[in-house]
Each structure stands twice: as C-alpha cells, then as structure tokens.
C-alpha cells in the first residue's frame, strides 16, 4: 500500500506537466489565459455529468430554492427556473412534487411574469401554511420600474393534490421600499411566515440600509397586509445586502424541528441564516418577543468568522417544518463549476444538494445536518469492511460498487493525538488557504487522512477529501478540505479546495465521521456527524469517456489511523426527470 500512495504522491507532482502536453494556452491582454481543448478531451457536453439522484430539471437553468412545503402528504419544491434556455434570464418559478423527497414529477411553471408587480421578474419567496390548512405564497417581483417588491399568490384549487395552478392577490404588490436609507432595487428574498404571542405574522426580507445588511422585520394580521416594523429584525454594519434570509427556531440537542406557525417552547434558540459572499452564513441568538428583535449570541465584526450552512459551492438556501416527520429540512442550490458555453453544450445548468434534516447541537453552539433518510431508499450492493488500519502511506482501494455513484460512510478513530500541531486562530480567515498548503500529499502529525475518489486509473484526476487533526486550548480543531484541484484535466474548470474548521472532542468521541454522496458531476461531503458540510461540483475527463474510476482510504499523516467501520452502497438512479401532463 505505501507503493500505491508513493504513485499517488508522484502523480500529483507530475499533474502540471501532464496537463501542458494537452493543451497550448496563450495569455490574453487581461492577463487571462486562453486554452485550445485538447482533442483527447472529450466534450463537457456528456449526459455522464448529470446528476442521477440530485435533483434537477431535464433541462435548462435553475437556480434558488423557493418556497419548499410540505401539504397533504406532497412535497413541493418550487425553484428559480428559465424555461428558454441553460443561461440565468427569463425566470419563472418552476415547481415539482414527491411523496418521499427522492423522487420527483416536474409540472408546469407555478409563477410567471404577467402582471404590474412581476413584469420584469419573479424571484426568490417562501411558503407559509396559515391555519386552516391554506398555504400562501410570498415572493420578489420586479416591476415595471425594476424596484424590487413582494407578491402573494395562492393556489387556485386546494382540492388538487399537486396544486398545479396559483392565483396572485388582486392587491399585488403587498409591499413597497420606500423612504430615507433604503435602496428598492435591494428588498428581496421574503423568509417563511411565523406567528408572535400576539397572533401576528411576521416576514423578514433581505434589504440593504444606509449600505448596511439587514432583514427588515414585517408584521401582519391576515398575511395579505403588511406594516414595516420601526427596526429591522437585525443587521449587520459587517456587510452589504443579505440575500434569502431565513429564519426559524431550534431546540439544543434536539433534532426535531418546530414548526412556526405554532407557539415556540422555552429554551428554544433562534437561526437567522443570509445568502451573501457566494455562501451561507447564520448566527444563533435569542429572538425578543417584546422587541421583536434578534440578539446573535455572540457577535462577530469581520463576516470571514461567521459559520457557514455548507463550506463548497452552496447557496441560497430555504428550509420548511416537515410535519409528516417533524423535522426541519433545509435546500440549498448548487451551480456549475464550468462556463456559460459549456453549460449551453450541455443544455442545463445547476442542481439542488440532497435535502438535509438541520438541528441544533447539545452545546448550542453550531448547527448539524445529516442527508434526509428517505435518500438511503437508493442504496443497492453494499460493501462493508472492518478493523482496518491505515499507517503512514496506506492506501487501501474501495472495491466492489459504483465509484461514480455511490454512498460511502466511513469512520477513523485515531490511535494517539500526541502528534497533533497546535492550531492556530488565524487560518479561520481562510480555511481554504490552509486547505490548498496543507493539501493531501503534505505530511502531517495527525493527517492528513480521509478518502480519495472519482480517480483514473493513472491517477492523473482524482478528488481529494481529508481532515488533519490540530490541538486547540482545550479541545480539538479538525480541518475538513475538498480538494478539486486534480479533479478533471479541463483547465478552463473551476477547481478550488474548499475547507473549514469543526471544533471537536476527541478525548470524548475517538472516531471522527465521514459520509460522501457521490453522484457523477456532485460530490455531497458530512464530516464529523454532520458538523460541517462540503458539496462540491467536478468533472473528470474519465466520468465522460465512461473509464472505471477508482477510489480509496488513505492516511499520510505519522499517527496511524484504525478505520473500525467502511459502508458503501451504489446508488440507483432517481426518478426526477418525469413529466406529468
């Protein structure tokens, strides 16, 4: 096995030459480089790059979730969607359903844009379920000015299990921007609706104010009329516009959710989450019922230090109560790593990551999120190993299912944290710079150790997922990475390694957890049972010429690393591209 790592360790060295004999680049006057494809690369265009259980249209553009609910045993998504084509424009909302969040029927669009407050666009919005089982739809239009306003729509015929048609207020725009400080074309992105102690509705809506990131807080008696609170729900002077707030309550320890519209226990903590920076980032606090504010529990003036919902390409993101299970599931959006043309080539462009179940740790510290169970429906033949042990340089090659479609858990309980590093605060600025210094081939005292997958048989492409183990002040800082950065042997690609840090307790729990969904052009990863998440998109040049793909547990760090437990599954391909008339 150390043989195997020594090859694996000598292709990484010998990428950039590699790639230099396959393609000519020539610098352009702004200082871009210009390649001419190879003809050994086959086209990006290839179906092998369509996600298999992710879900996404047949074809063309999508981007933000909207409005997901669940409603007399339905699920619904809506999302941001163009039906003319694989490039972000003419946007509608598109909408599909699924009893068991796996399998989905594609309907026709819900919301399109043909009235005054929606003529130049109908964005991002929420669902709520007000009493009596009505659901009601508040989303952004722009109107004819292109300020930015919110709408109402509600189903024609509630009688209709898949509520196919909407119909909007007639007193459409319910809400303006207006006034000193306020900028209309930034008043976007309504949360879900949730009900106070005096049986008022409350909205928050992304703004910006006097340059600043805020979500304005709205409050109403019917959810048709709304009155702008005198102070926004909170903001932020560390920021500009936040895009899709969300904003819902937790329980410490408790991975139940709770459904808003109904009174929230004692103890219960607050989530605000905003869409800005090209990723997600929430705070936990108090929410003052008598100041109807929210107060983060602690505050932090440089936004580089906020946690984040996923650290890869993720955003955008929308959580509803599932009453079915009681539970609070959250969806984010996924675009392309690839260019516009290529997206064009390919006739699509962006998928959602798996729907996840997100609760509050026992510490109330972070949030956790872990794939919902009805994904595990799509395993088919599993593998399963025990009592391995990875020394420094092993690689051991993961056998027997689907490499380019698969589930894989995998535990390492680690043998001594004497070799630890120290930690040092300042790489929380940027985990992803640690991540590209202290990549897998880089030797380490605890780690680097994790898996390496989507991998041709030359080891020429290959994805990287690892973490290195550093000693804290009291306890554990563990660094996750996805490194992309030998991912395909495209140039023109975007292939970063993404990162971040977890806090962890390894004299209390030794084994450190990874879970990866694997799906062709998707790579979903949840490390250390949940406490942070990286999905991420690649395409390797072997994925398309329908090569076998390898992968692999690997530790190249000095501490030797026991794997008590490695699960994989292929998966079976999900029904989400079927068309109902």
Partial sequence: ????????????????????????????????????????????????????????????????????????GIYHSFYQYNPHGALWGDIVWGHAVSTDLVNWIILEPAIERDTPGDINGCWTGSATILPGGQPIVI??????????????????????????????????????LVGPGFNSSQFRDP??????????????????????????????????????????LYSSNASGMWECPD????????????????????????????????????MIGVYDLKRDAFSPDTVLDDRRLWLKIDYGNYYASKSFFDSKNSRRIIWGWTNESDSSSDDVAKGWAGIYAIPRAIWLDSDAKQLLQWPVDEIESLRGNEINHQGLE???GDLFEIKGIDTTQADVE???????????????????????????????????????FGLVILASDDMEEHTVLHFRVYKSQQKYMILMCSDLRRSSLRPELYTPAYGGFFEFDLEKERKISLRTLIDRSAVESFGGGGRLCIIARVYPVALADERRTHMYAFN????????????????MTAQVNVKKG
């Fill in 1 to 72: 096995m150390a043989q195997a790592w020594a090859f694996f360790l000598l292709a990484l060295f010998s990428f950039s030459s590699y790639v230099s004999k396959l393609f000519v680049c020539s610098r352009n006057g702004e200082g871009s480089f210009l390649c001419a494809r190879s003809p050994q690369v086959p086209s990006i265009a290839s179906e092998r790059y369509r996600t298999a259980y992710h879900f996404q249209p047949p074809k063309n553009w999508m981007n933000d979730p909207n409005g997901p609910m669940y409603y007399n």
């Fill in 191 to 232: 949360t879900t609706g949730w009900i106070g102690p005096d049986g008022l509705w409350r909205i928050a809506i992304g703004a910006e104010v006097n340059g600043y990131g805020a979500a304005l807080l709205y409050k109403s008696e019917d959810f048709l009329n709304w009155t702008r609170v005198d102070h926004p």
């Fill in 139 to 176: 989303y952004t239009g722009g109107d004819a000015e292109n300020h930015q306003v919110q709408n109402i729509m509600l189903p024609k015929n509630r009688s209709d299990p898949y509520l196919r048609e909407w119909t909007k207020a007639g007193n459409n725009p319910v809400l303006q």
């Fill in 410 to 448: 995998i535990d390492f309980e680690l043998t001594s944290t004497d070799d630890a590093e120290p930690f040092d605060p300042s790489w929380l600025l940027d985990a992803e710079k640690h991540c590209r210094e202290a990549g897998a081939s880089v030797h380490g005292g605890v780690g680097p």
């Fill in 247 to 282: 904003f819902f309550a937790v329980l410490p320890g408790n991975n139940g959710g709770l459904d808003l519209s109904t009174v929230i226990p004692e103890g219960a903590k607050h989530v605000l989450k905003v869409s800005l920076d090209q990723c997600d980032k929430y």
């Fill in 390 to 392: 990875l020394n420094k």
């Fill in 556 to 571: 190249n760090g000095s501490t030797t690393v026991k794997v008590p437990q490695l699960k994989a599954w292929s998966m």
